[in-house]
C-alpha cells in the first residue's frame, strides 16, 4: 500500500511560485506513473502534469505548459510540481497520483490528501 503526503501549498500572489512535494512510503515512486492534479470545488478532477516511470517524459495540460514542471528524486523518493508565474485560475486543491498496471492486469491507483494552492493579491 503507497502512501502519498503532498505539502508546500499555500497562499501566494499572482506571478509568485510554489514547489509542491509528494512524499512517498511504501512504494518506490520509480516504478509508478506519478502525476499531480488539481481540483477545484464545482469542477471535477484534471490532470496538471504528469511523468513516465522511467523519468524520461512528461506531459502538461496546456493551461500550465511552460509555468509548472515535474520532477522526481529517487533518492527522497518524492515527486515535485514547481510552479511559477501563477495565476488566480490555478487556485485548487493540487493532488498526487501513483498508477501502475500491473502484469497481472490489477491497476495499482493511489491518491495524496490534497494541498491547497491559493493565488490571489
Known amino acids: 500500500q503507497v502512501q502519498l503526503v503532498e505539502s508546500g501549498g499555500g497562499l501566494v500572489q499572482p506571478g509568485g511560485s510554489l514547489r509542491l512535494s509528494c512524499a512517498a512510503s511504501?512504494?518506490?515512486?520509480?516504478?509508478?506513473?506519478m502525476s499531480w492534479y488539481r481540483q477545484d470545488p464545482g469542477k471535477e478532477r484534471e490532470l496538471v502534469a504528469g511523468?513516465?516511470?522511467?523519468?524520461?517524459?512528461?506531459n502538461y495540460a496546456d493551461s500550465v505548459k511552460g509555468r509548472f514542471t515535474i520532477s522526481r528524486d529517487n533518492a527522497k523518493n518524492t515527486v515535485y510540481l514547481q510552479m511559477n508565474s501563477l495565476k488566480s485560475e490555478d487556485t485548487a486543491v493540487y493532488y498526487c497520483?501513483?498508477?501502475?498496471?500491473?502484469?497481472?492486469?490489477?491497476?495499482?491507483?493511489?491518491w495524496g490528501q490534497g494541498t491547497q494552492v491559493t493565488v490571489s493579491l
Open positions: 497520483n501513483a498508477k501502475r498496471l500491473a502484469w497481472s492486469g490489477r491497476t495499482y491507483d493511489y
Open positions: 511504501g512504494g518506490t515512486v520509480s516504478s509508478y506513473v
Open positions: 511523468l513516465t516511470r522511467g523519468g524520461d517524459s512528461t
